[in-house]
């Protein structure tokens, strides 16, 4: 089948791509539309790019009978009545063959006769470039209904349906050559990249603008009859726009200056993208169209006019405003690069990019944070920078194929990958720019193609035992920044079979953290962690908290376990120094995660017999309700050690001596293996006590029941939580405290998470802690570098997002992983009387904004006028446990009733409104400030705090 995207849209995690797949024979045609929809979509052909008098498929799979519904349609577009039908055909030509949706995106196929017979609503398909329209709603029809709502996208292009060599032949063309146009701008001008193969260009334009764009082949270096490439991204849909024009320039015609569509549109969209400087454009076509208002590309300097407006068009088909910036160039596209020689033996240098030659300045060497150094599996990486580029060059010990990639958190999951091996038979580099997707829950790894191939090779070689790629891209066009970054990194021992082929699983991998823009030259080891303390001179005492040779029954994919443990007997005050994971070297690739946390100094009875319990998604949360106060984390990526500042420590006391601790592991068991496991975390004590005692603050949303509700469906819900300045004037001392490092802390759900520091009405940046890819499976402790200093007065708020789309039923807040939270869990020194600062939503105004009002709840009889009255005086300045076991419950009398409602309802995004302007307007009363000092006592404040707008991540410049 061929395979044009219709409507290509950025490279990013939400996706609108449209794809059209298609085949035929001598009598028969057969289409696959795919769409980002769940509801309704068509497809039509045209007689000039308009609605009117169109030949439509259209469709959709029922939700109820997942029957697929494929129909065919006229469609009859009046624009001076602005009336549109869409009427069932009396002829139906097309025949459904399968269909089927996900959570995201719907498929249908159907086929008909090329020509149908029915002159008067079907239009034939044919050998030349047909107007198509497509659009879709987010939403099914009514079947009851005769009626369909209007689209929620539409937009048109031109295809080709009977030709011999798809556009998309050119696909597989690599760009390998690039030229900088404008010698005003230099390399923050726009450029261009390209590649060819014997029939086909492929071209990709990056340019410094948000607008819309044009490259175009010139006769003599003048605009008039130029062929153009002209294109922008949708500032609303990010849809990519392509187009085939041709300029005339006539003093007679007016206006003077004309840009025309082609009648035959020979650039094909391939993809596109823009930031917030930049705009990427990326096109195909024949080498030679054949059009009499194309210009072929020869091997020759052919003039070149490129132009940009900083504002893209209202409407695709124009009219457009007159550029910002034009110039003139020339190029030979079909010159061929030269091979030049460098220095490493072996080692050929295809092409280098970039504005000037790049130094690799930096090496590392590629260990596990849970393997030893020097390792002779050990990859090593060099690369250098300029102003624009960045140059790597990875060494590892294989013969086949080999990656490094960005990766958000650690894991695989939203990996970018640099992917290559030297072809066995033809010594060729294949270098690659690849994306990774992982799902342990389905256990699916998938390692694609990116639309956009951003790595360019710069040459390779290897030799018995290692291989050596070399490779150069754009700063802008990755994550790559001036912080620490965690880079995963594999390779395999033999070559795929084919660049386009499956690729067999690696045979090593492992993770590392690196700051490739840190321009600081590396510092000796003595130097560099001269405050890291000698752990076999201060260490005088350890604390292990482990599985303790629990069997671990191979009865399902995922487990989560906990054990409870005591602390044991101490004899003095000691300082926790540092922190390890006790990671059992045979059960590594089971164990994903594991938290620590500390519980309250007073459990029931009945909770300290729990020892060893699943605690997972399916389990009460009864014991983890008890021991909410996390100490430590530790996942794929994390540190081996973390270590307290120098100046401070975590106490353990005579008085803790018998408290409970719990850890809890999760285990990824895909091969449902029974194995025994030792595993947990160390606690490394110092007798030498440092000059301050360290503490953790709980910080965020403090509802751990329904009155956090998060609706499904969503594709992005924000929370936001303050630590009141009245709790931490009160709190902390005139001279405030230090935070050196945080852990934030959602369920499956959570999406990013950002906690911010304001000082008044002052923003204090960068966040305390951010994690803007969050991973339930990859929580690790963030370091707060330098030591954030926080004053009586400030104000911590934490924002977290969360996503519901694949939810039926409102998610609730709550401590087991079915439920959601929102927290921070920042430490610091010197410690104080301070345990958890955050926000507990009001019960009546949760009650308003779902639209269930208390006299409702009285006339049904959930709730007595008792119940109503503690509900508006429930919280008192204080709240001692008499005020808490009545707060308790009046959740537990209401948590019926309001799920019984909820789960009723129904929820678009309009319906989910009032419940996010409830969790986001604080300037409304919508929340207490809870100051908790003690474990049985805390403080309920009145806080008028201002309204907090959503964080926003700073540009990136280079």
């Not at 050929?348 to 150094?373: A, P, W, Y």
């Not at 840190?518 to 005088?540: C, G, M, Q, R, W």
């Not at 690739?589 to 300290?608: G, N, V």
């Not at 694949?806 to 939270?821: A, D, Y």
């Amino acid at each position: 089948m061929a395979n044009p995207q219709l409507s290509p849209a950025c490279t990013g995690e939400q996706s609108t791509n449209l794809l059209l797949q298609w085949g035929t024979n001598d009598s028969h045609i057969e289409v696959q539309l795919t769409y980002p929809t769940v509801g309704w979509m068509a497809m039509g052909l045209s007689p000039d790019g308009g609605m009117n008098d169109s030949d439509v498929l259209w469709g959709y799979v029922n939700d109820t009978t997942n029957a697929v519904i494929i129909q065919d349609r006229y469609l009859v577009a009046n624009l001076d009545t602005m009336t549109v039908k869409l009427v069932p055909d009396t002829q139906q030509d097309w025949r459904a063959v399968t269909g089927n949706k996900n959570a995201t995106h719907t498929v249908l196929r159907a086929g008909r006769k090329l020509v149908t017979g029915d002159t008067l609503q079907d239009r034939p398909f044919t050998n030349m470039a047909q107007p198509v329209i497509f659009s879709f709603s987010r939403k099914p029809p009514n079947p009851d209904s005769v009626h369909i709502k209007k689209h929620d996208f539409a937009s048109w292009t031109r295809v080709t349906f009977l030709q011999d060599k798809p556009a998309a032949a050119a696909a597989a063309i690599r760009l390998n050559r690039m030229q900088h146009l404008s010698s005003e701008l230099g390399d923050r001008g726009p450029c261009v990249e390209w590649g060819t193969n014997s029939t086909h260009i492929e071209v990709q334009l990056t340019y410094p603008t948000l607008g819309w764009m044009a490259f175009g082949l010139s006769p003599n270096g003048g605009m008039n009859n130029a062929d153009v490439l002209w294109g922008y991204v949708n500032d609303t849909s990010n849809e990519v726009v392509i187009q085939d024009r041709f300029l005339t320039v006539k003093m007679d015609q007016t206006p003077p200056v004309q840009l025309r569509l082609d009648d035959q549109q020979d650039w094909i969209a391939i993809g596109g993208s823009k930031n917030l400087s930049h705009t990427v454009l990326r096109a195909a076509r024949q080498l030679a169209t054949g059009d009499s208002m194309d210009r072929p590309f020869t091997n020759s300097d052919q003039p070149v006019i490129f132009s940009f407006h900083n504002n893209t068009p209202e409407f695709f088909n124009g009219p457009f405003k007159k550029h910002s910036f034009r110039g003139a160039t020339s190029v030979n596209f079909l010159k061929t690069s030269e091979v030049t020689a460098v220095d490493e033996p072996g080692f050929v240098l295809i092409q280098r990019h970039g504005s000037q030659k790049i130094v690799l300045n930096q090496t590392k060497e590629l260990v596990d944070l849970l393997s030893d150094v020097g390792s002779p599996k050990n990859p090593t990486i060099e690369w250098g920078t300029n102003d624009t580029h960045i140059e790597m060059q990875l060494t590892y010990p294989t013969r086949g194929w080999l990656a490094l990639g960005l990766s958000p958190d650690g894991g695989m999951d939203g990996a970018d990958v640099l992917f290559g091996y030297i072809n066995d038979t033809t010594n060729e580099v294949v270098l690659q720019d690849r994306s990774l997707m992982a799902s342990l829950e389905e256990m699916m790894v998938k390692l694609t193609l990116d639309k956009i191939q951003n790595w360019k090779v710069v040459g390779g070689s290897k030799n018995a035992t290692h291989t050596v790629l070399r490779a150069c891209r754009m700063l802008r066009t990755g994550p790559f920044t001036g912080e620490d970054q965690f880079v995963i990194f594999s390779y395999n021992r033999e070559t795929p079979d084919s660049m386009d082929g499956p690729i067999q699983k690696h045979h090593f991998r492992g993770v590392v953290t690196m700051n490739f823009l840190n321009t600081t030259p590396p510092v000796p080891k003595t130097l560099a962690y001269k405050e890291i303390p000698s752990l076999n001179t201060e260490v005088t005492k350890q604390l292990d908290f482990l599985m303790d040779n629990r069997t671990i029954e191979g009865n399902a994919d995922t487990n989560y376990y906990c054990k409870m443990i005591p602390i044991p007997l101490l004899d003095k005050k000691y300082h926790t120094i540092a922190t390890q994971p006790v990671v059992n070297t045979n059960n590594t690739k089971f164990i994903h995660h594991m938290l620590m946390y500390a519980c309250a100094s007073k459990l029931p009875e009945e909770i300290t017999k729990v020892t060893f319990f699943d605690c997972g998604p399916t389990h009460p949360d009864y014991v983890m309700q008890h021991c909410q106060n996390l100490l430590g984390a530790w996942a794929m990526g994390s540190k081996p050690t973390e270590y307290y500042p120098e100046d401070a420590g975590l106490p353990f006391t005579t008085e803790m001596s018998g408290m409970h601790m719990i850890l809890q592991i999760h285990y990824n068991n895909p091969e449902r293996a029974r194995f025994v496991d030792d595993s947990g975390f160390r606690f490394l004590l110092s007798e030498k006590l440092r000059k301050y005692d360290a503490g953790v603050i709980m910080a965020g949303v403090l509802s751990f029941d329904f009155t956090m509700t998060i609706p499904p469906g969503q594709t992005s819900f924000r929370l936001q939580s303050q630590c009141s300045d009245q709790c931490t004037a009160a709190a902390l001392p005139s001279d405030g405290i230090n935070i050196f490092n945080g852990i934030l802390h959602m369920h499956t759900r959570g999406r990013s998470a950002v906690a911010r520091h304001f000082r008044g009405s002052q923003e204090i940046t960068p966040p305390i802690v951010k994690n803007m890819n969050f991973d339930f499976n990859y929580q690790t402790s963030q370091a707060v570098q330098p030591t954030r200093k926080f004053l009586p007065g400030d104000r911590a708020v934490l924002e977290c997002t969360f996503s519901t789309v694949n939810e039926t039923q409102p998610v609730f807040g709550g401590e087991s992983t079915r439920e959601e939270m929102c927290l921070v869990f920042l430490f610091y020194y010197p410690k104080v009387d301070l345990n958890m600062c955050g926000s507990r939503y009001k019960v009546e105004k949760y009650l308003d904004a779902i639209g269930l009002r208390s006299n409702t709840l009285m006339r049904r009889r959930y709730i007595t006028q008792t119940s109503n009255e503690t509900m508006a005086h429930v919280f008192m300045p204080s709240m001692k446990e008499k005020e808490m076991l009545r707060y308790k419950n009046l959740i537990d009398t209401l948590k019926r009733p309001v799920r019984m409602y909820l789960g009723s309802q129904t929820w678009s995004e309009q319906d989910a409104k009032p419940l996010q302007d409830l969790y986001s307007s604080y300037s409304k009363g919508s929340y207490h400030g809870i100051c908790k000092r003690q474990w049985n006592s805390s403080l309920v404040l009145v806080d008028k705090v201002p309204d907090i707008p959503p964080y926003v991540e700073p540009a990136v410049t280079y």
